[in-house]
């Protein structure tokens, strides 16, 4: 089993940039791809970006590929995502998740979710 915990979210201006990190329990933490996703209000949950176990390899939406950069730390069980000229557009809760299979852009590839954390971008 894995839990996920989301943190750095918050209220910026268009441009800035946030940090947001994702902490996982469990020793197993290298055998899961990970990945970020998005829900706005009204809206599905969308891909934003997934990153395989070892690190070594990225996947990003269109929308955000040069803005957005993910990393992840397996000796400290961490996910980042550095999100940088960030757009009202990019407005939503982040979802950290986990999964067996690098990389799926659907929700229901996930087997392991956080609880969100909310980003929102003031124009």
């Known amino acids: 089993q894995v839990q996920l915990v989301e943190s750095g979210g918050g209220l910026v201006q268009a441009g800035d940039s946030l940090r947001l990190s994702c902490a996982a329990s469990?020793?197993?933490?290298?055998?899961?791809?990970m990945a970020w996703f998005r829900q706005a209000p009204g809206r599905e949950r969308e891909f934003v970006s997934a990153?395989?176990?070892?690190?070594?390899?990225?996947a990003y939406t269109n929308s955000v590929k040069g803005r957005f950069t993910i990393s992840r730390d397996n000796a400290k069980n961490t996910v980042a995502l550095q999100m940088n000229s960030l757009k009202p557009e990019d407005t939503a809760v982040y979802y950290c998740?986990?999964?067996?299979?690098?990389?799926?852009?659907?929700?229901?590839?996930?087997?392991?979710w956080g609880q969100g954390t909310q980003v929102t971008v003031s124009s």
């Open positions: 469990g020793r197993t933490f290298s055998a899961y791809a």
């Open positions: 998740a986990a999964g067996l299979v690098f990389y799926r852009t659907l929700a229901t590839g996930y087997d392991h």
């Open positions: 990153i395989s176990g070892s690190g070594v390899n990225t």
